[in-house]
């Protein structure tokens, strides 16, 4: 069965940095295409950046950008998200989603890890 | 901000039904058939519910429906059940430039 796990999460001060993973399992995750999508506490759903099944294709939201990093290792089954330059704004826990490139949808979700940027 | 509006809360009793609309614009919900919905428990993960307007993942239940109209979607949920008390998000996508996803505020749903 699709397993998605999300670690790395933890209290940050503001200006800080901090790289979340996202192990997968359960597929052939070198196959599909991976998002982060974010949810500040008490709020709604915000996608945050999207990579290619090769990591050849990278977007960002404009809330982001500039800001952090997506990348993948297929040989680990294992996407990242480097948080740099943090702001309170940041605040949310963050998902990784399995991204259907042709229909758009997030068909798999992890369970999330919660950032809080805060001094 | 939203980019889609959704409203921020629907009830309904059990064994009736509810929609929830999902209002965007000519640049996401109206031009594409790529509507996706979510349901999200307390504390948990979202669900898909929803993709392709009106297509439902092996496992949901056929009380789940979705449609659309110009720049609306809509999830249609009948025969309410306990279970179904949850928030629900719209998802469409925005265009090929960026391949971003525009998300709706979320609705509560309450079963009475």
């Known amino acids: 069965q699709v397993q998605l796990v999300e670690s790395g999460g933890g209290l940050v001060k503001p200006g800080g940095s901090l790289r979340l993973s996202c192990a997968a399992s359960?597929?052939?995750?070198?196959?599909?295409?991976m998002s982060w999508i974010r949810q500040a506490p008490g709020k709604g759903l915000e996608w945050v950046s999207y990579i290619s099944s090769s990591g050849s294709t990278i977007y960002y939201a404009d809330s982001v950008k500039g800001r952090f990093t997506i990348s993948r290792d297929n040989a680990k089954n294992s996407l990242y998200l480097q948080m740099n330059s943090l702001r309170a704004e940041d605040t949310a826990v963050y998902y990784c989603?399995?991204?259907?490139?042709?229909?758009?949808?997030?068909?798999?979700w992890g369970q999330g890890t919660l950032v809080t940027v805060s001094s | 901000q939203s980019a889609l509006t959704q409203p921020a809360s629907v009830s309904g009793s059990p064994g009736q039904s509810i929609t929830i609309s999902c209002t965007g614009t000519?640049?996401?919900?109206?031009?594409?058939?790529?509507v996706s919905w979510y349901q999200q428990h307390p504390g948990k993960a979202p669900k898909l519910m929803i993709y392709e307007v009106s297509k439902r993942p092996s496992g949901v239940s056929n009380r789940f429906s979705g449609s659309k109209s110009g720049n609306t979607a809509s999830l249609t949920i009948s025969g309410l059940q306990a279970e179904d008390e949850a928030d629900y998000y719209c998802c469409s996508y925005a265009g090929s430039s960026t391949f971003r996803r525009v998300f709706g505020g979320g609705t509560k749903l309450t079963v009475l």
């Open positions: 989603a399995r991204d259907q490139v042709v229909t758009h949808e997030f068909d798999y």
């Open positions: 000519s640049s996401d919900v109206g031009s594409y058939n790529l």
């Open positions: 359960g597929f052939t995750f070198s196959d599909y295409y």
